[in-house]
């Protein structure tokens, strides 16, 4: 894995490979078999992807019970 010298926010989606609850991050492997290093921040939140006409749904609460290896995100 390349590692990036500089910090940056970007949107991607993939799977989790690899997750360390304690340290807070985990790896996500994409579509073209790249692979990142995901580090979660006190403003890093989550949500649920919905329908036009469903509401919102925050899981903010239950990132570190919902990051498992083979999760899609």
Same mark, same amino acid.
């Given at each position: $894995? ?5 910090? !940056?926010?970007?949107?991607? %989606?993939? !799977? +989790? ?5 304690? %340290? ?13 290093? +995901? !580090? ?5 939140? %989550? ?18 019970? $919902? ?7």
């Amino acid at each position: $894995m390349e590692v990036q010298r500089y910090t !940056y926010s970007d949107t991607i %989606a993939g !799977y +989790v490979t690899e997750v360390d609850h304690d %340290a807070g991050n985990f790896k996500l492997k994409t579509s073209d078999n790249s692979e990142f290093q +995901v !580090y979660l921040t006190p403003t890093t939140y %989550a949500r649920i992807t919905q329908n036009l006409e469903e509401s919102y749904q925050d899981c903010t609460a239950r990132i570190q019970d $919902m990051l498992q290896p083979g999760q899609q995100v």
